[in-house]
């Protein structure tokens, strides 16, 4: 049976017992789990860091290898999670857990190590100070698999990331940030015993598998990786520049996939997966030479057209830096972005930077002392949010931010549901929370399945307001579910290769009983009402499901064609302009769908209604 480990640092004390059965059973594992296990523990001295798989970590299941990590967040003060890839989740199931709960602070740096035959508190003080990159070579021997923290985590970077695999980050939320006030350097999984499934769950799995494996819309993220997105955003004006002015570069062709091709010699999966979008890219020579997993399109966007950085090269590098230093590369190039824009608007000048648009040595010398917390960089590791109310005057326009995450690479008045997913992410702003992309890739198959036929025309234009929130509750239940099982959304929300039915087909065949899509997505909608129901109990509201001031204004849209020379010029005048016509009526039948009152706060009766009133992991709600 699989176990939860709870390791205090201050006591230097492990306790491993058999995971709750109710909580997997109400919550399924993976994120459920960790929401469940955060809030039962929200009052204790120090909330706790907790890792969690899902019960497809680590299976044949096709793209079983997401790893959830829970925590309050030092960025935003709420809610945080990150979620990532790779092959340590799958090391963590086989070696008996599906949850580690680490409470508490070592007196001096710690790793953990992790076996079938328990968890042990190993000194780390010879690895504080190293990058990840290092660090990995000192622990990732014997087949070990290691998430670990840079130097951005052990000086408390609010953004900082747990890399893991070398490549694969738990990025947002600035779950490095927590290890790093641990005192927790690393956690070295030793992993390697085969998972005793049921004969059903492995046919369901074999079946799943060449599903995913032979399904069109899967073919460009194996050929191209998550770069190929970048051509078509660009055409749509939702390919964020300049920290939000723009919505297109005239330059794409010199940081689009066919740009990153150039410069990759490998493709890359995690484990069990049939899709390997990851691209392991190399620059053989010159001052920003080296390997990396990556980009991935969310690292290219932020750390080049955002910051207008049309160099490959610089892009990669930078990529390179934050993953070493153990930064979240989303949050990093908005804040890039942010210092380059109040720097344009005469409300921040550095000594030995440009803060110029396009500056690769602003870039990443920005990285550099964000991470080490020094000069200008002490101030901006504070993530936009703390920053910009420091500097003061107009800069808080600049921030780009909800509930005080920096924004992923989408824009609200193209991507309209990215947009309303933003803001009613219980982490903040997240591209991966709700992933509504039916109407963008108009995806008509599954938009007939999960809507009224009578909806569907206005749902699949990415312009029509009307319908952006059954969109965003729906998808927001299926990347719970997805989540909580353990898989990659590039298998179920983000192509549809798979339906909801083909998870719980899955999941009743591992569990030996039925359960039908209906009631998986129920457990996705309750895991997102117990989220938010922790950010009541933190303080927020309404309010604070708010865009930035700047996506109130019209965005002017281009198109692009060759000059005599070669080079793209715009057109005249914009072929469109995209813009929200109201966003607070969307806010308002997002609410009224997920049965919350006005001011975003779940009733009594939804909780009743999800079979979260009388659980004890709602102890400190005190729900009447």
């Known amino acids: 049976m699989p176990a939860t480990a709870w390791i205090d640092l201050s006591t230097r004390t492990v306790r491993i017992e058999p995971t709750a059965p109710e909580l997997t059973q109400h919550f399924i594992g993976g994120r459920g789990l960790g929401a469940a296990l955060l809030s039962r523990h929200l009052d204790d001295a120090g909330a706790p860091l907790i890792f969690t798989a899902g019960p497809f970590t680590g299976t044949p299941w096709p793209t079983g290898a997401r790893t959830h990590v829970t ?15 790779g092959q340590f989740g799958a090391a963590l199931r086989r070696a008996g857990y599906d949850a580690l709960v680490v409470t508490g602070q070592a007196e001096r740096p710690v790793s953990l190590e992790v076996t079938p035959q328990g968890v042990a508190i190993r000194p780390a003080e010879h690895l504080w100070g190293l990058g990840t990159a290092a660090t990995h070579d000192a622990l990732e021997v014997d087949g070990a ?17 747990i890399i893991n695999d070398r490549g694969r980050a738990a990025a947002r939320s600035g779950s490095g940030a927590v290890m790093g006030s641990q005192r927790l350097k690393a956690v070295v999984v030793r992993g390697k015993r085969p998972l005793d499934l049921p004969a059903a769950f492995r046919a369901a799995a074999r079946r799943a598998f060449e599903t995913v494996r032979d399904h069109p819309h899967v073919i460009g993220l194996r050929d191209w990786g998550t770069v190929s997105l970048v051509t078509v955003k660009n055409q749509s004006g939702d390919l964020p520049a300049r920290n939000h002015q723009t919505g297109q570069v005239p330059w794409v062709s010199r940081v689009d996939a066919f740009a990153i091709a150039r410069y990759t010699h490998a493709t890359k999966g995690c484990f069990a997966c049939p899709i390997a979008c990851g691209r392991v890219t190399r620059v053989k020579s010159g001052p920003h030479a080296g390997e990396l997993e990556g980009p991935e399109y969310e690292s290219l966007d932020a750390l080049g057209p955002l910051c207008w950085i049309d160099d490959p090269e ?8 934050c993953n070493d230093l153990g930064l979240d590369t989303i949050s990093t190039g908005v804040v890039v972005a942010f210092a380059m824009e ?7 000048n550095d000594a030995e930077l440009s803060l110029d648009w396009g500056d690769p040595a ?23 949010r703390r920053a910009a109310a420091t500097i003061g005057g107009d800069a808080p326009r600049y921030a780009m931010h909800v509930k005080g995450m920096e924004l992923p690479r989408q824009e609200p008045r193209v991507a309209k549901g990215f947009g309303l997913g933003h803001v009613t992410s219980n982490r903040g702003a997240d591209h991966l929370y709700a992933l509504p992309t039916i109407d963008l890739a108009r995806n008509e198959d599954a938009a007939r399945r999960f809507f009224a036929p ?19 509750v729906f998808s927001e239940h299926y990347c719970a579910v997805s989540d909580a099982l353990g898989v990659c959304k590039f298998s179920t929300a983000e192509t549809y290769a798979l339906y909801p039915d083909d998870l719980a087909a899955g999941l009743s065949a591992l569990r030996g009983q039925e359960i039908g899509a209906a009631e998986l997505l129920t457990a996705g909608e309750r895991i997102v009402n117990l989220e938010r129901m922790v950010n009541v109990r933190l303080g927020l509201s309404r309010a604070d499901d708010r865009l930035p001031e700047r996506f109130a204004e019209p965005l002017p849209i281009y198109a692009f064609a060759p000059d005599e020379a070669g080079e793209m010029q715009p057109s005249p005048e914009p072929v469109h302009v995209g813009r929200l016509a109201d966003f607070e009526a969307m806010l308002d039948r997002y609410y009224a769908l997920r049965g919350w009152d006005e001011n975003g706060i779940p009733t009594t009766e939804t909780l009743r209604r999800l079979g979260l009133k009388n659980l004890c992991a709602l102890r400190i709600f005190a729900v009447k």
Do not use: W
């Open 314 to 321: 610089v892009i990669l590098h930078a990529n390179r830096l």
């Open 342 to 348: 109040c720097h344009q608007r005469g409300l921040l």
């Open 454 to 472: 009578e909806i569907v025309p206005a749902l699949l234009d990415p312009a029509d307001e009307a319908y952006k929130p059954d969109l965003v």
């Open 145 to 161: 698999r290691v998430a670990c923290i840079g130097p951005a985590g052990e000086n408390g970077v609010r953004f900082a990331a």
């Open 71 to 85: 925590f309050l967040s030092p960025l935003t003060g709420v809610y945080g999670y990150a979620n990532t890839g």
């Open 362 to 384: 602003t870039l990443l010398g920005l990285i550099e002392r964000m991470a080490r917390r020094e000069g200008l960089g002490d101030l901006l590791a504070e993530g936009v």
